[in-house]
């Protein structure tokens, strides 16, 4: 088989390296090109690259030119690790040059017409695409991933709003520091020390908006949010990766804790059939200790791609509380985009 | 004027040196007696601790010889910093031997005439002191001061409750490493990692039912929780002083969140008139950044006995959300210890 | 090929569990029997056990009733993971019982005719086991590999004394929290700390002594200690696995910095041809980046049993510096002891 | 009497805030006006500073307009924390317009006339001061303070000197993050890993030039170096504050290991009658327990102005060895400039 030759924007950040090495062996795309600013554009990527990944660089990466981040790129779809400060606009070009473009970054996420997908929770929302390349007038289009916590805090939401309608979400999270990319975090800021307010509390309201249009539906051209009360509270500590969540929920009817565990436990995906290459085995494990997860115990099952789930109970406030634990550079960012990527594919989106 | 000798049990103990270490230059307290294991009785004090604050072992202490935790103790009252296996028994001997114990331990919080005290919030529980006095058969006493996570809560909580009768209290956890005491935490299970549920959740139950006691009443002879519904889910993370808790609250009253955070600001105690050498003022303090409180940058305040609350805000779940922090073995432990102390000498209870 | 049958001895300590994860998937050796103290005996593996790895128990032995360490057990030889305190005695029994020891701890190490082996460095001490089976007066006998700090440094000594004669090998060691076994390091001992002379300066002497015993010879019966003057200073660093040691010597001939990175770079094992499956090739990796190694990036290369060695400069006092690099507990303890057991396999020693 | 006004260059940085922070009750200083560059310049100094420390901004100086740097600050003296970037020209063009520039940057340090001085070791070299006014062409001038890592250094090493004339001086460095200023080293880079070779190596060069010119003479209108051969390597650490160094040293002539250390706790400085108000007493603390000095435990003695020194022991390359501690961003940064500043004092050199 031939593989689909994908092109990174965004290239030399840490998105971008994660999505070169993720697709190192991936057997149906290979990296064709990549892109970044005009800063490095121009230069080999070995050299272009602060490389931060314990894994050397992929050989045949290593030797490429990097390009600007313009239309003209030589590749059958784009992956975006771009900053969301330029993402917007470049996106937007590329896709209206007849690209693919599926992206981490935030800019387009909240669209009317732009899905934000996680492939096991609402694949169906790619229909949304139809009515954008209308609007972009182009058959290039945009499908993003969301932000890297609301991506852990969606999968056991979604199989107990499956079960039991929920009415209401708390969520406080523990994230990890390469959620805040490359520098990122001063050292000097999280020694002996916890962070609250991530983004002055931008990264709690995307918790909440992003969780609400994922479990939401696509009906009648439009993005109709799942009907609940969210509350996100984020901090960051001294961890590197994974991001750790204490999660409250309402149930909207009435179950047993035993119940509550079984809907997260059973939790099918509609892509299990699909055999995406990325997609993990289970993607929700549910652990009975009540000690975990733990962010350097968790963070990498499922190759990074699992979501692990602490034990459920009773909340003396809510109904139910449970600790959810995802990898967010891999889950929640990377391979977040890649795994959208091979939904695509796999419904002839792309490729 | 002559100085209360005291006496300290688990002088060797974390708990025990920040006793001796706030005691240093007490204007009406002095250390008279140290008290420890029998591994430690007979030892020079100095020899015998293995002492890990950055100031020196006051001089008067380092030379004391440790005694047997026993009655007969040469001293007007004691402070105990025993841990909770041997503190049970212990303390009610030195009860029943007619010594005011006063004792950070958690085995007597919850019983039914021992109060649970925090000078600000609940003085007038000191009442129950009859009562037990009569179930020892002795003049002495034991008087207890919160679990280091509860104290903290307890304040901003007091004030909603006040103003706006509070009907659900949600907190979430991020606490300091020298909660857990010397050893403690193993530090290849911290480093890049956060554990949740300390003690496997007993830490849970401890700030539930803690905080509901003392915001309850002491009338007609016992303790009557208050009616709120209180849900806590704990977490170790890596910092070495400070507890800091994410609060979610359920008024029973309309309010503004305006007039939230003046009940916070405002806060008056019942003890301020009382000019109590370790109760700081203001006893709590609002931060107006989004960005506090931190636990290196807030923790001292106040001399570690202020507890510091962050700016309030509107919760999508109950009604608004804030953090709190306060330092846990000062304000939490050895601190609140000797202002319940000082309160009684004011009350006349010891001395 | 049948598989010989491996006991381990302290299979419940981090050094045992080690050696369990690595050989989960050996081509030669398969664990047989699992054996630990008083306490552990008679358990599952998997209950007596607190695991600290990321990868689960392999299913066999998490299944296996842990033994008393005592002759009798089921399997072809042993791998000894035991703390110093017991395993002097108990690992000779098991030699007199007439068993393969193959140990990492450090009782025996410098025992006038036990071999202290780097199979890349030494493999000849093992001539000195005729001797000692004398001693013992059995078929048995014991094998040890070096402290963990000693294993990384004696590679590019015993490179630059092979080509230049080393005169003076200085050392100062920044040290990872996981070579002190667990629970180890108080984690309120290291936050924001440093601490210098482990085991109270113990550590520097192993250094110093077990390097000279692995560079010198088996000769008329008895090791010859290499003449190199040694200088070691130790220090316990907020890492979890990796140790990093900055290095001066003195060298016996003069040769250009450029030879001395040859010398290095090109050293090659007289284990080479014997193809030991945990052997990495190369087994000396030269890097050229003047900010490597760090323990993080390096750690892992060669599976964790590759010594990854920095740029070499002039050093203003010897005559060159460099700084080593090596996973302790791989190619420090578990992968070291494993190491051993496969050359003395291919020398059939074992099996 | 009336108190000095000092300027404050570079007064947002964290060099500049720590002076602002020591001087807030400075005996014979007082901050009159803070400089900044053009971004910051016009602002109101509170607005203008991300503020790192513990401890609040004083009042008066919160207040103050930031200037820009340029000659004209209404001010007696200046202390300097420009990064060394725009220090070269800044200071000189301060010093031209005949202001007396004390300096904590680097550009200056090793010119031919400008002192590099610690008070306590070297104060004569002021007298190199004549000489730079008649370059400047001014009655202005510029004293430099030496590098964080080589301040604690020199102390050992010149009581050592003094005594036994020191033939070669080994160091290895655990330096802390604060010494890479704000936002400095990236929390990705330090967490679970330790930073070779600071600045490329540049930190290297630095200890082992500027320990040479301070231990060395000025005679004959020029600095004559100590003849001591120097080897440094450096390394950060994940510590906030406080550097640690391990050092070898062989002696010129013969000396016990008593001796040596008599040498180090008996050290006197030229400057002890001077009565400095940041002078610490002792300066130079020799600890006995084998595990010390640590970062944590002993940065913060004598106002963290304090070196110390732990045991002395034998070396068996170079003659003797022990480790040296001292705070780099009080004793090597902002506290080592105002001390300059009161020796200036008190030799009437500003005022």
Sequence with gaps: MKKLRVGILGATGTVGQGMIQLLERHPWFEVSTVAASDNSAGKNYAQATRWGLETPIPEPVARMTVQPCQPGLDCDFVLSGLPSSVAEETELQM?????????????????????????????????????????????????????????????????????????????VTMQALSGAGYPGVASLDIIDNVLPAID?????????????KILGRWRDNQFVNAPIRMSAMTHRVNVRDGHLEAVSVKLGTKASREQVEAAIRDFTSPIDELALPSAPKPVMILESHVQRPQPRLDRDRGQGMAIVVGPVSACGVLDYKFRVLSHNTIRGAAGAAILNAELMYRKSLIG
Tied chains: 1, 2, 3, 4.
């Design 200 to 212: 002055m509390g931008g990264e709690d309201r995307k918790i909440e908006t992003e969780s609400l």
């Design 95 to 171: 896709a209206k040059a007849g690209l693919a473009v599926v992206t981490n970054a935030g800019s387009h996420r909240m669209k009317a017409d732009v899905p934000l997908v996680i492939p096991e929770i609402n694949p169906d929302h790619l229909d949304a695409l139809d009515l954008q390349k209308k609007r972009i007038g182009s058959r290039g289009f945009i499908v993003t991933n969301p932000n890297c916590s609301a991506i852990g805090l969606v999968f056991p939401i979604a199989a107990l709003d499956r079960k039991f309608k929920l009415e209401a979400v708390h969520v």
